[in-house]
């Protein structure tokens, strides 16, 4: 246990979520008798649940700053439904298309944002306003039709990595990706452990850092074998490129500048951030904004997969969001969570979801067992707050923040010097 809490940085009931999803595979792995971590199955899962993770990254912006956005699953069908008809109807080229999707994506958000910043009214309101306005505009433009959608728009969905060089039996963009993402891996840790050493600040011991880097880079290499070995023409699908873009732009964001921080203080103590000079109107308005612009791109995505847009899209999409940001330790009261810790609940959620289809368990016992693991998630975070300690992923990318916490997310037991904090950044 000893060596468990020096490999992880800290008690390990905060990554509860993490050994959770682990614990899920392995179980699946097991009860399907091979069939979870089979090149196919991992592609398709990911296919199935980005448009999801990617809700959960704008989605845990909007829980961190205090607010709910039910109206996203809304949005998005609104968005895929007049993106197809541009398509079909106004002859717009696919990439100008993705960009009106984009665009009016962030007019949703702008009036969203306006009511719930500068009127006054609760997000939860607005965008509940939201959902039924959007959910019967969508319909209203497609008269309740599907609209299909362009070979070439099917990519941003449907698509993966090509194959180009020389012929390994691996898709060789794919391996090269992995090799990326395990190079990131080991310079952030190298930098954040000399930049730790610079300041004077403890750093863990040298086998420590071996092991969780020969961990974290064993994942990202098993990873990489599954998507590079699928069946032919298919390797790292793009909508997974997609969505590690934004975890890492938003991780950025969330954690390294003063918007980010600004988003947690207004969260975490909205009079004391406004006394420190953040304009918390403006944070507001900006969340919301980006909520919707990201609702738009993963409509596209879900409709781009799906081939056409249909006047069921979008439906429940809110819910699963939502689930997935509070199961990855987000706090109900805002100025908790992270970008990493919803995209880990989602994945809990998308493993879960296709662990029971692969075992035939009915839809009702599906929703009933899903529900169960959201309300016990929520209630180990709960006890930990109510003993003192931190949200279970709240302190999950510890390790890979400076010591300093320079640029890192404001927690609950920092509130008190947010003032302070938030006047040096400005």
Known sequence: MNALKKLFGGDTRQFGMIFALVALIVLFQWLTGGITLTPGNVINLFNGNSYILILAIGMVLVIIAGHIDLSVGSVAAFVGMVVAIAMRDWGIPWFL??????????????????????????????????????????????????????????YIGAGYLPEIGPSTGYNNLTLLLGLAGVAFVIYSELRRRRTAKALGAEVSETWVMILRLVLICGAILFATYLFATGRPGTSFPIPGLILAVMVLIYGFVSSKTVVGRHIYAVGGNRHAAELSGVKSKKINFLVMMNMSIIAGLAGMIFVARSTSAGPSDGTGWELDAIAAVFIGGAAVTGGVGTVIGSIVGGLVMAVLNNGLQLLSVGADWQSMIKGLVLLVAVAIDVYNKSQGRASIIGLMMKNFRTSSGAGSPLQPDEVTSTKETISRDA
Request: charged share 5%; hydrophobic share 55%.
């Open 97 to 154: 298309a993705i960009l009106l999707g984009l665009g009016l994506g962030a007019l949703i958000g702008a009036w969203h944002g306006w009511w719930t910043a500068y009127v006054g009214i609760p997000a939860f309101i607005v965008t509940l306003a939201g959902m039924l306005i959007f959910r019967g505009a969508q319909q209203f433009v497609g008269q309740s039709n599907s609209i299909p959608v362009p070979r070439e728009f099917q």
